[in-house]
């Protein structure tokens, strides 16, 4: 997978300028099903209006060039790595994230969708297997040794994440290539490891099979 911004760019709908009535942009959003659009003055990129924030204009026939103070900052350029821009989107939730060059002028977007989507599509998280989370100090997280505690039940981590926790301690999600993880959460627990969450086939019956398989396809991992 491409793991740059640029190889993700979308040029589907062009971005508003400062001119425009908010009830207009408010139809185009519902059009476009997208909550959030970007804004150029005279080419240049000023930022990214919510539909939130219209909401909030009491006349919506005002142009958007009397309210430019809701218009947030939101932008990352196009060598950017796309997990920044996940973090960036998640922080403002949003459905759309502005992209510029090295100018600051905008060259598109990419959607957070579609960005789902692609990773969804590496081996790590396609693959069938089961998820572990597991939870520890900081101090303590050592990758080597959790790996080794893995690979001595014959299995492999496809994919890891991490997620701060409150007071210095970390979740570890991991992705196996096992779809019954009851030996690996046991040879986990002789480690004094605490498995906090856990995603595997054994835990369901024959006939919640499909909603386990739903589960793994919504989670993307």
């Given at each position: ?10 040029n ?13 942009i408010?139809?185009?959003?519902e ?8 804004v ?18 009491q ?5 958007l ?18 997990y ?22 905008y060259?598109?977007?990419v ?8 990773l ?44 701060s926790?409150a007071n ?14 009851s ?6 627990e ?32």
């Amino acid at each position: 997978m491409n793991m740059r911004v640029r190889d993700h760019i979308l040029n589907d709908f062009k971005p508003l300028s400062t001119g425009e009535r908010v009830a207009d942009i408010m139809l185009a959003m519902e059009e476009l099903k997208c909550s959030h659009l970007p804004v150029l003055h005279e080419g240049a990129y000023l930022g990214l209006i919510s539909e939130d924030d219209l909401l909030d204009i009491q006349n919506d026939q005002d142009s958007l060039e009397k309210h430019l103070k809701v218009i947030k900052p939101y932008k990352v350029q196009a060598d950017t790595h796309i997990y920044e821009a996940i973090q960036v989107i998640g922080e403002g939730n949003l459905t759309c994230l502005p992209v510029i060059d090295g100018q600051g002028q905008y060259i598109g977007y990419v959607s957070p969708q579609e960005l789902m989507w692609d990773l969804g599509r590496q081996v790590s998280y396609a693959e069938r297997g089961g998820v572990v989370v597991l939870r520890l100090p900081v101090r303590d997280y050592h990758i080597s040794q959790i790996a080794q505690i893995v690979e001595s039940e014959d299995a492999l981590i496809l994919g890891l994440q991490l997620r701060s926790h409150a007071n210095d301690f970390i979740n570890v999600a991991l992705k196996i290539n096992q779809q019954d993880l009851s030996r690996i959460v046991k040879a986990f627990e002789r480690y004094q490891y605490e498995v906090v969450e856990l995603y595997h086939e054994s835990l369901f019956d024959d006939t919640a099979s499909d909603r386990y398989e739903g589960l793994m396809k919504y989670l993307n991992i």
